[in-house]
């Protein structure tokens, strides 16, 4: 296949998402207003009072009825999207669990933004790390353009009969929700032709009878009943089966991405640089990442084997891929812009200290949490996390494992 | 509107969509009212549940008691469940990807469901008008988390919150006028009913069917675990709550409130109109009251009831 021509539009990364969303021939959105999400939904109130698409806007009165009316509206098999952001989320963080429960592949994007209290409208990762235990696919853009095509990507592994599991997609708030791009556009029908009509795997029913994963009349199913002892373990391992499934689905459908949209985030998975001879590396999600490849390129212009490694998929957490892209590392720094409070650092420092566990050679791992609040996390700080690096790296020690960085202490 | 007409026999044989041997208690009358709802459908329905008695006890997997598509997803949000499933039907039916044809949709919920937790997304739901019923069954307390107090428990029953005690004799405040804060969002079709009254009952939920836009049922449906009475009494205890106009029978289309034959009936001969201590003493939930101590309780509760009668009697028409 060969990619396609396509069109570069100036978009901040909210108006990336609902443009991605007009183009998915979504058949419910229902949504909530929240900064710094608000324009996604604003966006896509304008295509549907315009008539610029046939999808069903419900304009619910809580993130709570928003994700609800997503789920059912996908059970009845209904593709559907919603957008919400820091509170928003922790008030749908009941239903995340129901949805990803229910097999509801729901798609959502989550503008990244700071938990209360006190209230914050700016970036940083405590909303999204806080659910990353509810079943659904994570994925972190680095850019509005990732955020586009993430999107997209998200309905084919959300709707895949092997997966039928939930995804969020974050994107930094105002980093990348307000900020604007030039994103390159695929054709619409490029987009229709590569997502295709939702498929409905069949199921058996209370009678035995094989039918359609769907509320249909024609074919009564129950969902979401009560589920004790004797079968609730069995249908938790299923999900955790298809988590462990998607990784493959998710890069496969990023492949596929790639040969039409001639973009590609690293396998889908992770995305490596310089990372294959560095010696030092740090390890971060979101739109840091872009000041820190100009922080490595510099470094590397000096002589300094500095690598980074981009988690793009949390979840599932790519622990095959991630033990081989550090393997060679011998001082990692692991940003967080979460606060895991009374843990041992942030939350990707958990995992990643985790997997390393395993490493014939254990590298030096050490946690820096920036950014909370929407703090920027600028070019003298990575510069300064690097040196920090390099100092463990000659002396062999580490004074603190968990630092907070760019902050008044 | 045209109401529609059935004999018993059509009734008796139609076929039952909330099928027997789910794991209600023994003269549940919640499991009876849903019987009865479903009696009254006119096609193809999808139904959705709150948290609750019947959801539990009715989908115990791998079985299911629901000849019908069937979805719970939460306690709160019954109505969203049903604004989801409506939209789903109305934008696919348009796109083509399912049959063309006219699904109902139903959701059912408790009184915690409705009241309190629910309230907020049935207020939602039925504001952005989407075309569904909404059965309220109410049992008048939590009896899924065993018998604490809710928005529509009644003034002095006793609940495992509100328990008879020496200084706080049941439950201090009033039963929250739910039907009525549901005509004020000014939808097509608000109504009561009682299981005693079954054709009443049914006849109201094909109506609450047949509207366009959102219908709401409120239902009572007593308890015998909650309300400390034998199991053989509750659809006896689902007349008497109407006789003596704690429960009134009522209907409002496009918010022009209307008596219904059995609260109509007592409108028209007031000496019909029994006191409220005739509904009290059968059940165990205000054996307390009948003390010298708390005896000011129930009239508290007849006062109360009165100036309901009346004010329903005003906004019927009949002064």
Redesign the interface.
Known sequence: MTVVEQKVLAMSGDEAVAYAVKQSDV??V?AYPITPQTIIVEKFSEYVHNGEV???F?????E??AL???????????R?FTATASAGLALMH??LY?TSG?RAPVVMAVANRALSAPINIHCDHSDTMVERDSGWIQIYAENSQEAYDSIIQAFRIAEHPDILLPVMVGLDGFFLSHTLENVRILPDETVKGFLG?RKFPLVRN?EGKLVPFR??????????????YD?YFEHKRQQEEAMRRASEIIKQVHGEYANVGGRQYGDGLIETYHLEDAEIATICLGSTAGTVKTVVDELRSKGIKAGLLRIRTFRPLPVKEITVALKNVKAVGVMDRACSFGGFGGPVFHEIRHILYDAPVHPHVVNYIYGLGGRDMSYILINQIYRDLERILETNRVEKKVQFIGLRE | MSEWKFTIKEIAEKPELFMSGHRACAGCVPATVHRLVLKAARG???A?HATGCI??SS??????A?????????F??A???????E??????Q??G???N?H?DVIAFAGDGGTYDIGI??L???V??GHDFLYVLYDNEAYMNTGIQRSGGTPHGAWTTTSPAGKLIPGKPQFKKPIAEIMVAHEIPYVATASPYYWKDLITKVRKGLEVEGPAFLHIIAPCPRGWRFPSEKGIEISRIIVETCMFPLWEAIDEEYKLSPPSKAIALKPEKKKPVKEYLKIQGRFRHLFTLEHEHVIEELQRIIDKRWKRLLKKCGIA
């Open positions: 058949d419910v229902a046939d999808t069903e419900i304009c619910v009165e809580s709570h009825s609800t009316a997503c789920l059912t509206a996908a059970a009845v098999g209904a559907a009941e239903i129901v229910c009509n209370h509320l249909a009349p024609e074919n009564p199913i129950t969902i979401g009943p009560l589920d004790l079968y | 193809p329905v999808i959705t959801e539990v989908t115990i997997y791998p079985y299911t629901w000849k019908i598509p069937w979805i719970h997803t939460a709160e949000n109505a969203a469940n049903a604004s989801g499933i939209a789903a039907l109305r934008v696919l348009r796109k990807k399912i049959k044809e699904v907020q997304a207020s939602g739901a504001e952005r």
